[in-house]
């Protein structure tokens, strides 16, 4: 993997006369944030064991999203690597994380290639690096339910 974010980084810097990098502005980072709580609630209704099964598919899908992106036969190299992690995401939260951090990677190569996730909206791969390790760090604690969280702390109390 180090070899091909290597390999990646090279053409970015290689290429990168013919592609702008937009910047990284509090208003991507923070819309980022809200989106990455908007997904985590809304994911949290989802009841188990339906929650890792559809963000295992999520996450299988967020390794084809840049399939013309620009790093041609690596996108799907990229995918693959993704698909796998989705499949052992069936079975443990830990791998649905790592998933998200390699794409997470992965929106940063972009971003700084000047190759957005969303063509209309050109920070869109800085916002998604920003949003995806949220995503991750929630799944390293096996996803569980915002609501569940709130009866709980009112039980202690």
């Known amino acids: 993997m180090f070899l091909i974010i290597f390999a990646l980084l090279t053409t970015i ?9 937009p910047p990284a502005t509090l208003l991507a980072t923070l819309a980022a944030i809200l989106i990455a709580g908007a997904f985590i609630v809304i994911m949290s209704l989802v009841p188990e064991p339906r929650r890792q099964k559809l963000n295992a598919i999520i996450v299988a ?23 796998v992690v989705a499949f052992n995401g069936l079975k443990h939260y830990y791998f649905i994380g ?26 869109s791969s800085y916002g998604c690096a920003v949003c ?26």
């Not at 951090?101 to 290639?113: A, G, K, Q, R, V």
């Not at 339910?145 to 109390?157: D, E, G, I, N, P």
Request: glycine residues 10%; charged residues 10%.
């Open 61 to 83: 899908g967020a390794g084809s999203v840049y399939w013309s992106a620009g790093f041609g036969i690596w996108e799907f190299a990229f995918g693959g690597a993704m698909l």
């Open 98 to 123: 790592i998933g998200w951090l390699l794409h997470t990677t992965w929106d940063i190569l972009h971003h700084l290639y000047g190759a957005p996730i969303v063509y209309l909206e050109p920070s």
């Open 13 to 21: 810097i290689m290429d990168n006369m013919h592609h702008t990098t």
């Open 132 to 157: 995806d390790p949220i995503l991750a760090l929630w799944f390293f604690f096996k996803a569980p339910s915002v609501f569940h969280l709130s009866k709980r702390s009112k039980q202690l109390a």
